[in-house]
């Protein structure tokens, strides 16, 4: 599976950006799709997670209430819709696809390159 991410930019914070993240190749192999953020100097962590089939979500903490994740099926696409961003909020978002569950950040060994989100005070 190849995963193609984009939507990345630079936003003030209180405000919103969308990502997207477009699947092609197997993707009838893929069971869960999530998105995971890497900050300057930190390790990369995980921010979402939907079920490929079904409506099944799960968050951390840090985004809960204010990212939604949402998938097209028709158009093999995931999106990540962030609200109310924080400087924090300020990575590398990177798309990743699981094949053996969804709701275990571990399971997640597909990915794309990422995209910068940058949120200004």
């Given at each position: 599976?190849?995963l193609?991410?984009?939507?990345?930019?630079?936003?003030?914070a209180?405000?919103?950006l969308?990502?997207?993240?477009a699947?092609?190749?197997?993707?009838?192999s893929?069971?869960?799709?999530?998105?995971f953020?890497q900050a300057?100097?930190?390790?990369r962590?995980?921010?979402?997670?939907?079920r490929w089939?079904?409506?099944s979500?799960?968050?951390a903490?840090?985004?809960k209430?204010?990212?939604?994740?949402?998938?097209?099926?028709?158009?093999?696409?995931?999106?990540?819709q962030m609200?109310s961003?924080?400087?924090e909020?300020?990575?590398?978002?990177?798309c990743?696809?699981?094949?053996?569950?969804?709701?275990?950040?571990?399971l997640y060994?597909?990915?794309?390159?990422?995209?910068l989100v940058?949120?200004?005070s």
């Open positions: 599976v190849q193609q991410a984009c939507g990345g930019g630079l936003v003030q209180g405000g919103s969308r990502l997207s993240c699947a092609s190749g197997r993707t009838v893929i069971y869960g799709m999530g998105w953020r300057p100097g930190k390790e962590e995980f921010a979402a997670a939907i089939s079904g409506s979500t799960y968050y903490d840090s985004v209430g204010r990212f939604t994740i949402s998938r097209d099926n028709a158009k093999n696409t995931v999106y990540l609200n961003l924080k400087p909020d300020t990575a590398v978002y990177y990743a696809a699981a094949k053996l569950g969804w709701g275990r950040p571990e060994d597909n990915w794309g390159q990422g995209t940058t949120v200004s």
